[in-house]
């Protein structure tokens, strides 16, 4: 048998990437569907966010919606 560890992928590379999800609670009687939606923020500007309902409990709807950052990366070519 092999030892466990030499089986796991190795781990990422530094990154500026940067990924999180994130669960909220909204009202029973204003449901959200599964769908994108078109959020506007003061400093991160606007961007589609798409949300999905993942459970109901007894007061609240819960959602989840994951967020991926990815740093952008641009080449230069001289134009002349």
Do not use: C
């Amino acid at each position: 048998m092999e030892k466990a560890a030499a089986l796991l992928p190795p781990p990422p590379e530094p990154s500026s990437d940067d990924s999180f999800s994130v669960v909220f609670r909204g009202a029973r009687d204003r449901p959200l569907h599964q769908a994108t939606y078109s959020v506007d923020h003061t400093s991160l500007g606007t961007f589609p966010l798409f949300v999905v309902p993942i459970y109901p409990d007894a007061d609240a709807l819960n959602y989840e919606a994951i967020f991926n950052r990815m740093e952008q990366q641009y080449r230069t070519r001289d134009l002349a």
